[in-house]
Each structure stands twice: as structure tokens, then as C-alpha cells.
């Protein structure tokens, strides 16, 4: 247990705690580090307060227990690899009101099969779900100008995706070796 005077929790704090289950952070945090998470795959439960802002690069990297995670509405930047690799994975939602995205995001959650992704957001970032395998459901916002390179790509299952009228500009191999039919 953290105590409530706990604002922040810095870069790589629980990475590589294998015994690591489950944890509630005090309401008191309001950052979350780079790679804070990283490699804890027994981590099956974590409780993030309204408060917490950012997250930090890799904060939950290779967390395989982790199944579903729904971020905060207090959240305004979600660093690059927050959830690269975690296997588990298989529904997120990410607050309304993200003000910065980073790259692979989602990249190699192979059990990912649907995401809610913010209005408001302007770009899928390089390789954000690259490697999901399983993705059947994302709707893309209005607000989307831009789909990064290999943003799906290898997404297997992703038979068919509506882009928004806004989109103007499709990087490469954006939707490379993807389950795309129409």
C-alpha cells in the first residue's frame, strides 16, 4: 500500500517485480513514470486514480496478466509503448480528453480485440496496434487526420475498417498483412 502523499511514481519503480498481483494507487498520484510497470506478469489488477495526468513510456510494458484497462478521464498524455507486448490485453479504453498519444501504443497485444479511442485524438500514431492479432473492433474518431505507418499492420483479424472523412495522410504499410477486405 502507497501512502497518500505519493503525487508521483518515477521511472522503472515496480519493473520487474514478478510477484507483483495487484495494486491500488492513493488518489494522491497524479504522474506515472516510464516503464513504472514494466515486466510484472503476474500484475492482473491496477487501480488508477481520477488524478493521474500522464503516463510515462512503457509504464505497463509486457504486464501479460493485465487484461483490461481503462484509463482515467484525467489522463492527458500517454507516453510512447504503454502497453507494448502485453499479451493478456484483450479490451482498453482511453480517456476522452488525451492531449498526446504516443507510438505503439498497442504494438504486439496479440489478444487485443477492441479499443475505444478518444474524439479529439488527431493521429494513430507509427505502429499503434501493429501486431494485434486478434483486433476486430476499433472505430476511429472524426477528429483522425493521420494513420501512422503500420499502424494495423498484421492486424489479422481486422476485416474491415471505416476511416473518417478527415483522414489525410495514410503512412506505409499502415494496414500491412491485415485481415482488410473492404
Given at each position: 500500500?502507497?501512502?497518500?502523499?505519493?503525487?508521483?511514481?518515477?521511472?522503472?519503480?515496480?519493473?520487474?517485480?514478478?510477484?507483483?498481483?495487484?495494486?491500488?494507487?492513493?488518489?494522491?498520484?497524479?504522474?506515472?513514470?516510464?516503464?513504472?510497470?514494466?515486466?510484472?506478469?503476474?500484475?492482473?489488477?491496477?487501480?488508477?486514480?481520477?488524478?493521474?495526468?500522464?503516463?510515462?513510456?512503457?509504464?505497463?510494458?509486457?504486464?501479460?496478466?493485465?487484461?483490461?484497462?481503462?484509463?482515467?478521464?484525467?489522463?492527458?498524455?500517454?507516453?510512447?509503448?504503454?502497453?507494448?507486448?502485453?499479451?493478456?490485453?484483450?479490451?482498453?479504453?482511453?480517456?476522452?480528453?488525451?492531449?498526446?498519444?504516443?507510438?505503439?501504443?498497442?504494438?504486439?497485444?496479440?489478444?487485443?480485440?477492441s479499443a475505444t479511442l478518444p474524439e479529439g485524438m488527431t493521429a494513430l500514431g507509427t505502429r499503434f496496434f501493429a501486431n494485434c492479432e486478434k483486433l476486430t473492433?476499433?472505430?476511429?474518431?472524426?477528429?483522425?487526420?493521420?494513420?501512422?505507418?503500420?499502424?494495423?499492420?498484421?492486424?489479422?483479424?481486422?476485416?474491415?475498417?471505416?476511416?473518417?472523412?478527415?483522414?489525410?495522410?495514410?503512412?506505409?504499410?499502415?494496414?500491412?498483412?491485415?485481415?482488410?477486405?473492404?
Amino acid at each position: 500500500t502507497l501512502p497518500n502523499s505519493v503525487t508521483a511514481i518515477g521511472n522503472h519503480t515496480f519493473a520487474y517485480c514478478p510477484a507483483l498481483t495487484e495494486l491500488t494507487l492513493p488518489n494522491s498520484v497524479t504522474a506515472i513514470g516510464n516503464y513504472t510497470f514494466a515486466n510484472c506478469p503476474a500484475l492482473t489488477e491496477l487501480t488508477l486514480p481520477d488524478r493521474v495526468e500522464s503516463i510515462g513510456d512503457g509504464a505497463f510494458q509486457s504486464c501479460t496478466g493485465l487484461t483490461e484497462m481503462t484509463l482515467p478521464d484525467s489522463v492527458k498524455r500517454i507516453g510512447n509503448r504503454v502497453f507494448y507486448y502485453c499479451t493478456g490485453l484483450t479490451k482498453a479504453i482511453l480517456p476522452e480528453h488525451v492531449d498526446s498519444i504516443g507510438i505503439e501504443v498497442f504494438y504486439g497485444c496479440e489478444n487485443l480485440e477492441s479499443a475505444t479511442l478518444p474524439e479529439g485524438m488527431t493521429a494513430l500514431g507509427t505502429r499503434f496496434f501493429a501486431n494485434c492479432e486478434k483486433l476486430t473492433d476499433v472505430t476511429i474518431p472524426a477528429s483522425v487526420t493521420e494513420i501512422g505507418q503500420q499502424a494495423f499492420s498484421y492486424c489479422k483479424s481486422l476485416k474491415a475498417i471505416t476511416l473518417p472523412d478527415g483522414v489525410k495522410s495514410i503512412g506505409d504499410s499502415a494496414f500491412y498483412y491485415s485481415g482488410i477486405q473492404a
